[in-house]
């Protein structure tokens, strides 16, 4: 059985991914989620990776508290070093017993340190900190430390909520400041644009002459999105295209190796496993690249080591020819390949689109003719990737109860720029996860439950588009 592309603990799930670099290697602490009733407390789990492809699971790194303690859930926050060698982990505590004065569970910032490089822990509960007059004491998490080496001071940015305000647009940026990584005091809110319900798992960095800002908005759309700054004190500006992903990839943090970022989040799930389920907190983990462009802005792509892990070709071509050219000027071609795709696989698909062509792409695990199955999408008339299947949900006995006023699946959509001539599709399926990459700029995740096998295709729809390479690997140990 091959390994899997997307780790996921034996036992539960990963939720949010709080990634150390040390020493070449990427020490990722998540949320161990466990779907349970009654829920047990949330603990830190930590995996270990030099290159994407394989995974030490360490198990439990940080454990929740007792079902009286502050810290039932040890929710998301950030690991930094000491100027002494101490590791300063500073995470949410929470606990649904624990009730403030709006009736809503407490939310509180904790402090734990090591000094044996991060294999065990001590807890300090006593410098324990709840929200600051101003903020809703429900809303006082994932705390992310960073240096300030300009002002010679610790930033410690919350997500958090004012006390008033419309109900939808409350979200801030908290901060508090200090000198030791111990004594905290309140200062001005790092970013503070009354657009959020709340800004989740915020994170900052510096590469180059850039600052960017990463936050995962939690409002009627859930994705993460960044900002781009000449300074830490902003003005934070927003790019042309501001998210990471689409719906399905949540709570990216960050982390730096040899002058490359990378962006650690988790792929939801959906419940009943099926692809019109309820997306659900947490799923499997998933990285992506980040690439600078001069302006400040950034793309997103695939690792190269996680692509390069697949070396051996399956057999695949479309309707019996290696170069495939599909022609209609005012309808729709489909070619698909003889035989099915494996369960695990990385697809790249080079399209030469003509001028003026409404839609071209991809089909995945399609049926013979092409009609069913899953849909990666170009539509350069609306500069957009989309992601689409078929059939869709049918909503009762007539041809037309087939959700037909739905253009594509809802919220996996992604702005880009497609002119005409040549696009890669990069397209990675692990089971019942799928990643596809565009140009190595924009990434789109999903699940794909409903269609376990089936064939891949290459289509258009009025206009004109030739495969100019189509190539299905697997890694060696399938």
Known sequence: M???????????????????????LFRLFYLHEVRESPKPGTPWHLVVTKDFVGFEDHGAALPGGGPDDADFNAYTGSVVRGPDGTDHLFYTGQNPRRLGPDGQPLQVVMHATSTDGMRTWVKHPERTFGATPGHEPADWRDPFVFRDERAGLWRMLIAARHTSGPERRRGVIAQCVSTDLVRWEPAEPFWD???????????????????????????ESFCTRYRVAKSPDGPWTVPDRDTVDGRAFYAAKTAERDGRR????????????????????????????????????LSFAFPDELLDSFTDDVPCVLDGHA??????????????????????????????????????????????????????????????????RWPRRTTGDAQWHVSGDVPFAVELERPCALPPGEHTLDVVVDGDACVVVLDRRVALSTRVYDHPTGRIGAFVGEGGATVRDLRVRVRSDN
């Open 193 to 219: 644009p009354r657009r959020y319900i709340t800004h989740e798992c915020p994170d900052v960095f510096q590469w180059g002459d850039w600052w960017y800002l990463v936050y995962s908005e939690f409002s």
């Open 262 to 297: 990378f962006f650690f989040g988790w792929i939801a799930t959906k419940e009943d496993s099926r692809d019109d389920g309820a997306w659900q907190w947490a799923g499997t983990l998933s990285v992506l690249e980040a690439h600078q462009d001069d302006d400040g802005a």
């Open 2 to 24: 091959a390994a899997p592309v997307f780790f996921r603990p034996p036992h539960g799930w990963v939720g949010d991914v709080i990634p150390v670099e040390r020493d070449g």
């Open 323 to 388: 170069d495939t050219g599909l022609q209609a000027p005012d309808g729709y071609q489909v070619a698909v390949s003889a035989d099915d795709l494996p369960d695990q696989f990385h697809a790249r698909v080079v399209l030469d689109v003509e001028p003026g062509t409404t839609e071209c792409g991809v089909l995945l695990r399609a049926s013979a003719d092409g009609d069913r199955g899953y849909v990666v999408r170009l539509e350069p008339k609306r500069g957009r990737l989309v992601f689409d």
